[in-house]
């Protein structure tokens, strides 16, 4: 009926009633997209194909509970060390109304205090004269020195920031670092600078009774530019005598927080180089050998991925110098780089002892299931599955010739709170190189041992 009335009403204007439906389906998406105009990530549109909607929808998903989709640029804290955050964001003092979003860092000792001797004079402060970092790499935007530091006590109300340092990192993302010591900024208005690069010292100038360093993030290049929300890519909070990993989060007042120290044994383990070939000798529980290799590449994006010689497996990864960890594979399911994927799934490259780091896996890591397959069917609407991954740091054995790092994993899917799968890991790294990486799971039992390629 339709067709028929269909006909004879497009016939009028010689439309074929065959280009309805498409004209509808188009007319529909249309008109969704125009939500766009108000809000950037409804709906959201899919950057990477994976072949399926159902693909699609897991690694979205994944993505937004891993990382901070509205982060551009990764930031790590200015400062070197431990340092405490003496007011956060809409602090009591003057983080407030269009400028609440900014941090105080300055040093405590373990009393408590941010002063040695009588805290008569700025020297006698932990933090005066410490080195001021730049967060991310940037151009110098704007330069402001010669402004006296004050005395304990006093404040320099006619120059609000003190000396300061302004630094563009992409268009609409400056950092601004503020009530630096007098001439002690290192860098010139235009110059390029890399992340973790000293800029200046801490220092006591401008509306600021005692040395501490004043940094907030912001969408102009002016010095008094309204600050924006934006978070730290990963920082170490700590807490007593242990250490907790914070990734895309804004440090909070009396927290005592620091970047990660890079351990050169962990660093150059995982520091993959394209062109690099990486060999592995691989004892399966029956005592058999087999040789592994794998070859570092790069893509037309130049995304970085290994990818195993005899299965064609491929493991995307990323390494910011403090964190290392992988955002997608493919290939192979029962390949040892899968396995070294899901093992190593996410590793902080510095050794804090019983560190303790939790993520998330995509449920597309998985092999396909029965639940996974009922999954598909449901996922749109409620995710009953997660897939979860744990490392934790055992120990490290450190001696005059070499050192070896202990850690331990594990991957399991869940059903509500019902384990499906599981897997555990044994890491043992070694002087730079992977001295044992064990599997133990109901399904599958070997190590492998990295060797010279």
Known sequence: FV??????????VNLPVYALAYNIVVGIFLYILKFRERNFYFPELVAVQLASPELNLYSQKNYQSRFDVRVWTQMILPVIGEWTITQGHQGDHTHKDDWRHAWDFEIMDDEGKNYRKLGYEAKDYYCFNKPVLAPADGIIQEIHDGIPDNAVGEMNLGNNWGNTVIIKHAERIYSKMSHLKNGSILVKKGAYVKRGEILAHCGNSGRSS????????????????????????????KKGSAYELKNYERPLKDEIVTNVVRNESLHKAFNFIPGQLITFIVTDKEGRETRIEWEVKSDMYNYAFLECRAS???AYFRNTGSLFYFPHFEGDKNSMLYYFYLGTYK???????????ADAYSLNAFRKSLSLFLHDFAAPFYMFLKGQFILRYQRLEDDFTSSRIVMESSGRLDFMKKMLRTYDFEIFVSNGRFEKFAVKSPQINFQAKEIES
Request: hydrophobic share 45%; no cysteine; net charge negative.
């Open 210 to 237: 005692v040395p501490h360093l004043h940094f907030q993030v912001q969408a102009d290049p002016f010095i008094g530019s309204k600050t924006i929300d934006y978070p730290f890519a990963d920082y170490l909070v």
């Open 312 to 314: 064609g497996a491929k």
């Open 347 to 357: 590793v902080v490259l510095g050794y804090y002892n019983k560190l303790s780091i």
């Open 3 to 12: 067709m028929i009335s269909g006909s004879e009403f497009l016939g009028l």
